[in-house]
């Protein structure tokens, strides 16, 4: 059982003026203007009590909160800064030393500041607003910043019954390379106390993968927020609570709400990774409610060439009850266009508006709005240079979303401009097996006599493969093409529903989405899983070339009735067609995090659960 203690408020006068710095005259090299809580440590100062200090400030009646920066002669000054949970820039300064004690002021407040041990400083008569106060914070050196996150608690049932839940850390590295290990949870609880815990239980994240993990926390203001902190315990008094804190800006992209807030454990206690309606919930002294963040990573302005996408960015389907309003503009004055290289949402009951302007207020394009399949490899263009998109998703059953390019336009496919070779498969027709998934029917063909020179990329490109295959139900199939070097590339994968046959379908790198196509899929498809230029580039084209399909369900047989390859003397660069077909989900399979303190660092998040809550789709009446 973890010890908690229960602090007593100390007194402070605290210097202000808004999000205005202060500027006082200088008297007995102490006094300074307000300070730059960006400022670096200085080395010579890691092992004393001067440089910079940082923590977290809170009055007990929880009307003034913020993180506060304190710097001890880091820059020759004495002073301090707070900045609130409303933006505001508070200053203090140094008016008196006494010995190790610094006592600092300003127009709305005081504190004195031991340090006399400099890794246990204590702030003492902390006052803001004439308002008794609690200031906690930490030495900070020149490799090891400290990070502060400030939230706010609610019972669910008693909105009165609110205060403060920040986390502080002195900043030691997590063990998992992302992130810093919380140091301290800060509870400030109007007419109940002042709490504080430094103990933390270990736990198995499901989200990440992560076995035996502590709290971690990553907070690059504008950049990156990560708070994990699952199944913790504290004694808040004599009483035993219990919190999970699970936020991720990761979980998102350029078009999401904000953050993705998730729990780690379903209602029954199985381990998983399941979206929540908040940042975290508690439960203390018969009460029960949920626990918020501050928002600090915005939504990045996209320019031509980068990709709008759905809200979980390949790691999941995108959310029920979604209203996400985007607006792009380039400001020339020309005519914006977005290519979809994807787009597959709940059909007749998600769907994305398109408006030809500014708001959505703006005139919808023609076709708008759009479900299902229907954006998928096509190019809108406005009148102007501003389209404004609103997606709006139900209470139920989602999808793997979308992905457009800002400025995009359609793409055209692949023409070779010099001679083509083309080789045919024999000795077919063949069976392709009922429900033998995961075996593979391989239909194989050799490519020979192209010359001595043969690399794809630099001699040669592949122009395109055609097959054609007699199946009752489509989706039950997964077609490949394998390289003589054993490279795999999905062709397609489970598509066209219900539907019947392949026939004279061309693969061509640069044709349309496959995924976006009816049966019998005649006409020019990208490849589903990339390009063939980027797919090949390097190996050689000479070998064992093969169409390899398996099928995935019982009750319906089919038939390879034809596969042929063609090869083009004019190569084309690996990078000439963009990767749109690819699913995301399947495409982005690894989160990539930034810390100020490691290189980026990827973890494996292919084998996570990771699933929306849902309405029981039976309740909604959907026929």
Not at 260 to 285: E, H, Q, T
Not at 411 to 431: D, N, R, Y
Request: charged letters at 15%.
């Amino acid at each position: 059982m973890k010890k908690l203690f229960l602090l007593f408020a100390l007194s402070l006068i605290v210097f202000s003026c808004n999000k205005d710095e202060i500027t006082v005259e200088q008297e007995n090299g102490f006094i300074s203007d307000s300070i730059d809580p960006k400022m670096t440590p200085r080395a010579e100062f890691d092992e004393s009590n001067l440089g910079m200090y940082h923590g977290i400030i809170v009055t007990e009646d929880v009307t003034f909160h913020g993180e506060i920066w304190i710097n001890l002669g880091n820059d020759g000054n004495y002073n301090a800064t707070v900045i609130t949970v409303s933006g505001d820039k508070v200053s203090f300064f140094a008016e008196e030393s006494n010995d190790n004690t610094y006592t600092f002021k300003g127009t709305r407040g005081t504190f004195d500041f031991d340090v006399t041990d400099f890794t246990n400083a204590i702030a003492t008569n902390v006052t803001i607003d004439s308002k008794v106060a609690v200031l906690h914070s930490y030495k900070e050196t020149s490799t090891q910043r400290g990070v502060g996150s400030l939230g706010t608690y609610v019972d669910s049932a008693d909105a009165a019954f609110t205060g403060t839940w920040d986390l502080i850390s002195v900043g030691d590295p997590h063990p998992l390379g992302i992130g810093v290990v919380v140091t301290e949870v800060l509870v400030v609880a109007p007419g109940a106390g002042v709490f504080t815990d430094m103990v933390f239980e270990p736990f198995d994240f499901a989200c990440f993968g992560a076995v035996g993990t502590l709290p971690m926390l990553l907070n690059d203001p504008g950049v990156r927020n990560e708070l994990w902190a699952f199944e913790q315990t504290s004694m808040f008094g004599s009483i035993l609570a219990t919190y999970d804190l699970g936020i991720s800006s990761v979980i998102r992209d350029g078009n999401n709400l904000g953050y993705a807030d998730f729990f780690n454990r379903d209602g029954g206690g199985a381990p998983g990774c399941f979206l929540a309606g908040s940042s975290g919930v508690w439960d203390w002294n018969g009460r029960s409610g949920t626990i918020t963040f501050i928002s600090n990573v915005p939504l990045p302005v996209l320019a031509c060439g980068e990709i709008y996408e759905d809200t979980l960015a390949g790691f999941g389907d995108y959310r029920n009850d979604e209203d996400v309003i985007r607006t792009f503009s380039t400001g020339d004055a020309s005519p914006l266009t977005m290519f979809f290289g994807s787009f597959d949402v709940e059909d007749g009951f998600d769907f994305m508006h398109i408006y030809d302007g500014p708001t959505t207020a703006s005139p919808e394009i023609v076709g708008s709005p759009f479900t299902g399949l229907e954006l998928a490899g096509m190019e809108i263009t406005g009148t102007g240079d501003t389209l404004t998109f609103e997606f709006i998703s139900d209470t139920s059953i989602t999808a793997p979303g979308w992905l457009a390019e800002v400025c995009g336009t359609a793409a055209m496919p692949f023409v070779c401009t010099g001679a083509t070779t083309s080789f045919t498969a024999g000795g077919l027709p063949l069976v392709i097996p009922d429900g033998a998934c995961p075996t593979e029917s391989i239909f194989p063909v050799t490519v020979s006599g192209l010359g001595f020179a043969d690399v794809i990329g630099t001699d040669y490109a592949i122009d395109n493969v055609t097959i054609d295959i007699a199946h009752t139900f489509d989706a039950d199939l997964e077609i490949h093409l394998v390289s003589p070097a054993g490279t795999f590339l999905d062709l397609s994968i489970g598509n066209g529903v219900g539907g019947d046959d392949y026939t004279a379908t061309e693969f061509r790198d640069g044709g349309s989405s496959i995924v976006a196509g009816s049966p019998p899929f005649t006409g020019v498809f990208n490849p589903q899983g990339g390009t063939f230029a980027a797919a090949f580039a390097g190996e050689a084209a000479t070998g064992a070339w093969s169409i390899q399909v398996c099928d995935n369900t019982g009750a319906d047989e089919g038939m390879m009735l034809g596969f042929s390859i063609s090869f083009c003397d004019a190569p084309v660069a690996p990078g000439a067609f963009r990767d749109f077909a690819t699913p995301y989900a399947e495409k982005l399979n690894k989160a990539t995090f930034t810390s100020t303190r490691s290189s980026k660092v990827k973890s494996n998040v292919t084998e996570k659960e990771f699933v929306s809550k849902r309405v029981n789709p039976v309740s909604l009446n959907k026929n």
